[in-house]
């Protein structure tokens, strides 16, 4: 990660290195320990946030942590895979093969105005895949839609779609 980048990673990296010197391996781990628990409060997040603020309010910062920011995904790339706009899994490769030359789009959006549900929803969904001529929406389930939050998130994404006319299929894996 280049120097400065991100504050509160370089603060808590250097009071590590300050803390590894001479300690015995229980009291490193007391402080580390210490150390995780202060950098997870909302009050140290929030002050923080506020100093990242004001210091990208200077133009010659907001330029060097730019560059910093584009320099550091050219050389590492995105260290995360699946989700909108991300590198696609394994599973949405070999789907799209299969159902792109059927007419469905990758990350079709799905306007909501004129919905019946009586839900407060955003202005569109995104489906995996989409055949907007045939209004079927394919949505590809891993391992974070088994959670009871997510299940119901989409059931009410279905039940919306389902109310503007789309047929919605969920495929589980992974």
Same mark, same amino acid.
């Given at each position: 990660? &280049?120097?400065?980048?991100?504050?509160?990673?370089?603060?808590?990296?250097?009071?590590?290195?300050?803390?590894?010197?001479?300690?015995?391996?229980?009291?490193?781990?007391?402080? @580390?320990?210490?150390?995780?628990?202060?950098?997870?409060?909302?009050?140290?997040?929030?002050?923080?946030?506020?100093?990242?603020?004001?210091?990208?309010?200077?133009?010659?910062?907001? /330029?060097? $942590?730019?560059?910093?920011?584009?320099?550091? @995904?050219?050389? +590492?790339?995105?260290?995360?895979?699946?989700?909108?706009?991300?590198?696609? /899994?394994?599973?949405?490769?070999?789907?799209?093969?299969?159902?792109? &030359?059927?007419?469905?789009?990758?990350?079709?959006?799905?306007?909501?105005?004129? $919905?019946?549900?009586?839900?407060?929803?955003?202005?569109?969904?995104?489906?995996?895949?989409?055949?907007?001529? !045939?209004?079927?929406?394919?949505?590809?389930?891993?391992?974070? +839609?088994?959670?009871?939050?997510?299940?119901?998130?989409?059931?009410?994404?279905?039940?919306?779609?389902?109310? !503007?006319?789309?047929?919605?299929?969920? @495929?589980?894996?992974?």
């Amino acid at each position: 990660m &280049p120097s400065g980048v991100y504050i509160r990673t370089e603060m808590l990296q250097k009071a590590r290195e300050c803390l590894a010197k001479g300690r015995l391996p229980a009291a490193r781990k007391k402080a @580390i320990r210490s150390l995780r628990k202060t950098g997870s409060t909302l009050e140290f997040r929030n002050k923080m946030s506020q100093v990242q603020k004001r210091m990208l309010e200077d133009p010659d910062f907001r /330029t060097r $942590h730019t560059k910093w920011t584009r320099d550091y @995904i050219k050389k +590492h790339g995105p260290n995360y895979k699946g989700g909108n706009g991300q590198e696609l /899994t394994s599973k949405v490769k070999e789907m799209e093969e299969k159902l792109g &030359p059927l007419g469905y789009t990758r990350e079709l959006s799905i306007p909501t105005k004129g $919905h019946k549900t009586g839900f407060n929803v955003p202005p569109s969904y995104k489906v995996d895949f989409g055949n907007p001529e !045939l209004r079927l929406a394919v949505e590809l389930d891993g391992p974070y +839609h088994r959670k009871p939050a997510q299940r119901e998130k989409d059931k009410k994404k279905d039940r919306v779609l389902e109310s !503007l006319g789309w047929r919605v299929t969920r @495929i589980v894996h992974g």
